[in-house]
């Protein structure tokens, strides 16, 4: 027994010794103080407003010519059929593609917000840095990301002011 209490207190004598600091940020609260980051995504939201406007476009065109199709299609032989339903497919693999070209995994907008946003994010990721090495901590965590599953942080720990005044912004 006394053998076993002599284990469990050399365990918590090394779990302390070894203790790590730990600080907290909220990544949503320093990009709202951050005038770069609300421009480029208000950049952000009018160059989507504008491709998704020209995918609609697209989108409304083939709609009509398939509408039209609807109301002629008695009056059409089968080749004429065939002609504007390989025109209605066209338009809408337009469309679809267009919507790709901006939207998709690798379109334009994700290109788009990649070049306005690296650069800050890499700002705020070298404060975080600069800051931890300074200070000691092991570990920083995103209280605003919901996947952290932080339920209560000291105001204590946290270190979004710190970031920001290191960026500049002071808050």
Known sequence: MKKLMMICTMAVIALTASAQKFALLDMEYILKNIPAYERANEQLNQVSKKWQAEVDALNTEAGTMY?????????????????????????????????????????????????????????????????????????????ANQSAGIIFGSPSIDISNEVLQKLGYSN
């Open 67 to 143: 509408k039209n199709y609807q109301n002629e299609v008695v009056f059409l032989s089968q080749e004429q059929k065939k002609d504007k339903q390989e025109a209605i497919m066209k338009k809408e693999k337009e469309a679809s593609d267009l919507k790709k070209k901006y939207f998709g995994p690798e379109g334009e907008l994700f290109k788009k917000r990649e070049s306005l946003m690296s650069p800050i994010q890499e700002e705020i990721y070298n404060a975080v840095k600069e800051i931890s090495e300074l200070r000691g901590y092991s570990l920083v965590l995103d209280r």
